[in-house]
T-cell receptor, first 116, second 113 residues
Framework: NAGVTQTPKFRILKIGQSMTLQCTQD?????MYWYRQDPGMGLKLIYY???????DKGEVPNGYNVSRSTTEDFPLRLELAAPSQTSVYFC???????????????FGDGTRLSIL | DAKTTQPPSMDCAEGRAANLPCNHS???????VYWYRQIHSQGPQYIIH???NNETNEMASLIITEDRKSSTLILPHATLRDTAVYYC??????????????FGKGTKLTVNP
């Protein structure tokens, strides 16, 4: 069972470069999320999506963009990398059962990004 | 938004039960309590969740007080591989039918041999 797959696992960027963090899930989940986790801290929500074609901002969206063209994929784009974006990025997905959306989120193993 | 309070760290002997407490005194009636854990350098792993009743699965048990203001995650026979940061989270509803999980700093559980 693949679940949520994130690529790459590690990346070093120079200030001002851009890159896309990939996230794909094979569970046919409607909801997908991007979080970042700074050292010693909890996760903070960057963006989320409730389905293909629909995205919205979370707590810390500045400096990031997302798209959701398919149910499976939810890439995160950094346009002008800054040192403050050095972090571990986690993607998650969640299904929905009937009219009660209490299904848990399932996480990928993360992308460790350093901006130098 | 309901917030949670957890002790920053706990220790447990291998083979013994680990009881991790969580306070969520402002929880709303339709909010669930979720538990996740994060083993170093890995993504958060879902453990269990509940609304009012106690819950049990292959990983753990969740005990929720009758007033729902606190809960306890029980790992019945802790192993060294259970050493991790454990997060107690109240599911926050968001406009548009989505949800977000608000992660605090959690409890660092260390299982000792």
């Amino acid at each position: 069972n693949a679940g949520v797959t994130q690529t790459p696992k590690f990346r070093i960027l120079k200030i001002g470069q851009s890159m896309t963090l990939q996230c794909t899930q094979d569970m046919n989940h409607n909801y997908m999320y991007w979080y970042r986790q700074d050292p010693g801290m909890g996760l903070k929500l960057i963006y989320y999506s409730v389905g293909a074609g629909i995205t919205d901002k979370g707590e810390v969206p500045n400096g990031y963009n997302v798209s959701r063209s398919t149910t499976e994929d939810f890439p995160l784009r950094l346009e002008l990398a800054a040192p403050s974006q050095t972090s571990v990025y986690f993607c998650a997905s969640r299904g929905r059962t009937g009219g009660v959306s209490n299904q848990p989120q399932h996480f990928g193993d993360g992308t460790r990004l350093s901006i130098l | 938004d309901a917030k949670t309070t957890q002790p920053p760290s706990m220790d447990c002997a291998e083979g013994r039960a680990a009881n991790l407490p969580c306070n969520h005194s402002t929880i709303s009636g339709n909010e669930y309590v979720y538990w996740y854990r994060q083993i170093h350098s890995q993504g958060p792993q879902y453990i269990i969740h509940g609304l009012k009743n106690n819950e049990t699965n292959e990983m753990a048990s969740l005990i929720i007080t009758e007033d729902r203001k606190s809960s306890t995650l029980i790992l019945p026979h802790a192993t060294l591989r259970d050493t991790a940061v454990y997060y107690c989270i109240v599911r926050v509803s968001h406009q548009g039918g989505s949800e977000k999980l608000v992660f605090g700093k959690g409890t660092k559980l260390t299982v000792n041999p």
